[in-house]
């Protein structure tokens, strides 16, 4: 798992050394992960121009489907008035290099965000350190593909409640379903600062 590679390798030694089963190698994690970076590098590079056709979806509620309804009885459908003016297309028409560069982009923000920390820590790491690459290779795995972002709490969620023996614990995560909803795409709320690359306070 590439979120290995967050961890302190000294906390890793001392789970090896008192005998916590361990099996984790920094050295072939890295591996991987470069790999998989190689890897989505020549796939972005080499579909850019692929057409992928046209997808046509059409999912509408009820609610919905009754406003529309209302407002067509409202407009005077029957007009026999000659309208020069050129409909809209029924789809969205997305270049696939579009596509492909705003993935590259995506996947290089979290890659830097988790290089750039890595590449700043000293021999141990630090708790703040820790998280922050967590977060960044979780996000990662999230950005790009078809995983159900809604099933990973850390980056979906704001605040959560879970219960822990007779008590309950308050959680916090990132937030993205609060800009998904708003904007049509997910991105932190501010208690991540981008300009410190830190958990901003009183979050971290």
């Given at each position: 798992v590439?979120?290995?590679?967050?961890?302190?390798?000294?906390?890793i030694?001392?789970?090896?050394?008192q005998?916590?089963g361990a099996?984790?190698?920094?050295?072939?994690?890295k591996?991987?992960?470069?790999?998989?970076?190689?890897?989505?590098?020549?796939?972005?590079?080499?579909n850019?121009?692929r057409?992928?056709?046209?997808?046509?979806?059409?999912?509408?509620?009820?609610?919905?489907?009754?406003?529309i309804l209302?407002q067509?009885?409202?407009?005077?459908?029957?007009?026999d008035?000659?309208d020069?003016?050129?409909?809209?297309?029924?789809?969205?028409?997305?270049?696939?290099?579009?596509?492909?560069?705003?993935l590259?982009a995506?996947?290089?923000?979290?890659?830097?965000l988790?290089?750039?920390?890595?590449?700043?820590t000293?021999?141990?790491y630090?708790?703040p350190?820790t998280?922050?690459?967590?977060?960044?290779?979780?996000?990662?795995?999230?950005?790009?593909?078809?995983?159900?972002?809604y099933?990973?709490?850390?980056?979906?969620?704001?605040r959560?409640?879970?219960r822990?023996?007779?008590?309950?614990?308050?959680k916090?995560?990132?937030?993205?379903?609060?800009?998904?909803?708003?904007?049509?795409?997910?991105?932190?709320?501010?208690?991540?600062?981008?300009?410190?690359?830190?958990l901003a306070?009183p979050?971290?």
């Open positions: 590439a979120e290995n590679l967050a961890l302190d390798p000294g906390y030694r001392s789970l090896q050394q005998g916590g099996t984790f190698s920094e050295n072939v994690c591996g991987s992960y470069l790999h998989s970076k190689g890897r989505a590098f020549s796939n972005l590079r080499d850019q121009r057409s992928y056709g046209i997808r046509e979806e059409h999912r509408v509620s009820l609610t919905m489907m009754d406003e209302t067509w009885d409202e407009w005077d459908l029957y007009d008035s000659i020069d003016a050129r409909p809209p297309l029924p789809y969205y028409i997305v270049p696939s290099q579009e596509l492909f560069g705003f590259c995506q996947i290089n923000k979290y890659c830097f988790f290089e750039h920390t890595l590449a700043h000293a021999r141990t630090s708790l350190e998280m922050v690459m967590v977060i960044a290779l979780r996000a990662l795995r999230f950005c790009y593909g078809s995983s159900m972002l099933r990973e709490s850390l980056l979906y969620k704001d959560w409640e879970q822990r023996g007779q008590g309950l614990v308050v916090e995560g990132l937030g993205m379903r609060e800009t998904l909803e708003k904007c049509g795409i997910g991105w932190f709320l501010p208690k991540f600062s981008w300009p410190t690359r830190r306070q979050h971290g």
